[in-house]
């Protein structure tokens, strides 16, 4: 059974790391020069991501069955694990849906680029917005309520 009591700093900090993998997911879509200098402290990281073949499934994988599935991790780190994963499949998926769209439309009305972009850069700020936020109610020890994802993953960390 999972330990719900209160959390200690390491709980905490070991709750904040899932959050790079949205954070990765996005590097993407940062359309502006600006944006992309967030990822420069982690350009080591995202090249051994991309390094290894595969790599995104396997950390999944292992964060899913090793973490979330497993019931002797705290409960608190759980749910913020799920919570990170599920926030990267909601990236994977919108820039897949995005590029889907940029095939289709080739002969649409609106710019399609234009469109792609805009759309890029919400989904950016959307998953970066709340990822920070994620991590920053981690470290304080809290569980982050976004509307949909934090109802599934509590749901799929129950007890």
């Not at 209160?6 to 996005?26: A, D």
């Not at 090249?47 to 705290?74: D, T, W």
């Amino acid at each position: 059974m999972a330990w719900r009591g209160g959390t200690t700093v390491q709980h905490r900090l070991l709750s904040c790391l899932p959050y790079l993998l949205p954070f990765i997911e996005v590097q993407n879509f940062a359309q502006l020069p600006l944006l992309r200098s967030l990822y420069l402290p982690f350009i080591p990281v995202i090249q051994l991501y991309y390094a290894i073949p595969f790599g995104s499934l396997i950390i999944f994988f292992a964060l899913y069955l090793l973490v979330v599935r497993n019931e002797k991790v705290q409960h608190f780190v759980r749910f913020h694990t799920l919570q990170a994963l599920l926030l990267s499949i909601f990236a994977y998926l919108c820039g897949a849906i995005l590029d889907l769209i940029g095939i289709v439309q080739e002969g649409a009305s609106i710019s399609v680029p234009l469109f792609q972009s805009v759309m890029f850069t919400l989904i950016f700020l959307a998953v970066v917005g709340a990822s920070i936020y994620s991590v920053v109610q981690a470290v304080r020890g809290l569980y982050t309520e976004i509307p949909l994802i934090s109802q599934a993953a509590y749901s799929g960390t129950r007890d």
